[in-house]
């Protein structure tokens, strides 16, 4: 009881000390800061008190509570706010998707032009199978509800959304079934539908198909007039297909009688794209009408057509590497190497054939044209 007594006498004593020790810090503090400029945040003046620090509890806190909070436990009456749950689980399930209005005359549409789409393509898979009279039919019934699509859709939209590209693969499928099964007429009619419609960009080059289809028919004249009007309609950037044009205009030429002709137009193709076709056209034409120095010319520039095939050093090893004798054992008969035979296979064929064609009449004997 004594000790208790002198414990407590001298922690009363202590506390005037600890104020007054207070008191001298505070200020202290005031004379340090004496004359110092205020700091500037954010436009405003910070200014430091030199009273005592003062921490107020929080509001909504207890001190019974904080064993609680610290073991993982909260009171719902005192802490408000929403569970975490960044996933959204606890939302549900997403509501079903709305079901497709099959009677909507958009969704009408849209299932007949799907329709279309495999109508053509059944024709085109019919057609490469040989059953031509199926492509027909597919073709036409295509047609018909490729019409019934443009009436449906005029009376839902503006002429401007109809889809022409569905339109020209429609007509154009059905002109070639129609060729493809011998109907001429039938054949030339569409694609003169095609041709006169503006809205078609490139249905000129459909001439092309109706000069074949005259050059069928043995009608050579209009044959000559419907390639020499696509000729005109195809760009120059086009070359290959120019090329190809002017050579059924040559053959053309050759049928007709008109050699001439026929010349010229091989020479002109000689001399931008030179191939085998055309350089042995070339020579016949030259052999009909009997020009002996247009003959040896035509059959130089056959002969120096380039084959573009590899050599058959390429296919020879080397050396004793295995590797290498793999490789080569595996591109030797391969489908390019079996294409170049072909090619080179032609070739032969079209310089034999002309030569024993000229040598009897380039020169005064068969022996002497043979031998130049």
Partial sequence: FPAALHFRSR???????????????????????AGRPALACGGSDVAFSSGPLVVSPLPSARVQDIPDVINGKTNDRDY????????GQSRGPAPPLEAKNEDSPEEKIRQLEKKVNEL???????????DLKLALEKAKDAGRKERVLVRQREQVTTPENINLDLTYSVLFNLAS?????????????????IVKNKMFSNAGRLKVNMGNIYLKQRNYSKAIKFYRMALDQIPSVHKEMRIKIMQNIGITFIKTGQYSDAI?????????????KAGFNLILSCFAIGDREKMKKAFQKLIAVPLEIDEDDKYISPSDDPHTNLLIEAIKNDHLRQMERERKAMAEKYIMTAAKLIAPVIEASFAVGYNW
């Fill in 11 to 33: 922690a009363s004593g202590l506390a005037p000390a600890a104020r007054r020790t207070v008191g001298e810090a505070s200020l202290d503090s005031r004379l340090a800061t």
């Fill in 80 to 87: 408000s706010g929403s569970a975490f749950d960044p996933l």
């Fill in 120 to 130: 053509v393509e059944e024709s085109c898979v019919a057609n490469s199978c040989g």
């Fill in 177 to 193: 079934q129609y060729s493809a099964n011998e109907m001429y007429a039938e054949a030339l009619n569409t694609y003169q539908v």
């Fill in 264 to 276: 010229n137009s091989f020479e002109h193709i000689m001399s931008m794209a030179p191939n085998l």
